[in-house]
Nanobody
């Protein structure tokens, strides 16, 4: 049974920073992709950033230059450093793992508001 547990969400002012963390546990292969998606109210769940075990990253255009994804592959832990945050970054952020199938965390709320 694979489990993903997120932490680090909360309220931040525009221009501020937050760091999300996610740890994956269970039967996980050594080659996988981890990352983050987000879903704003009334919208679909969209890619934010993903990273594979070689360190190759993909970012949504809307977060390039502001967000940085990283991971500790030995421990299947992934991080998302979010800087220069904007109102439109407000969403529930979901940790994601792709190894054979797709797994999701329970989600953590991020709110950008003054």
């Amino acid at each position: 049974q694979v489990q993903l547990v997120e932490s680090g969400g909360g309220l931040v002012q525009p221009g501020g920073s937050l760091r999300l963390s996610c740890v994956a546990s269970g039967n996980i292969g050594s080659i996988n992709v981890m990352g983050w998606y987000r879903q704003a109210p009334g919208k679909q769940r969209d890619l934010v950033a993903i990273i594979d075990t070689l360190g190759t990253t993909t970012y949504a255009d809307s977060v390039k230059g502001r967000f940085t994804i990283s991971r500790d592959a030995d421990k299947n832990r992934v991080y998302l450093q979010m800087n220069s945050m904007k109102h439109e970054d407000t969403a529930v952020y979901y940790c994601y793992l792709h190894w054979g199938t797709r797994y999701w965390g329970q989600g953590t709320q991020v709110t950008v508001s003054s």
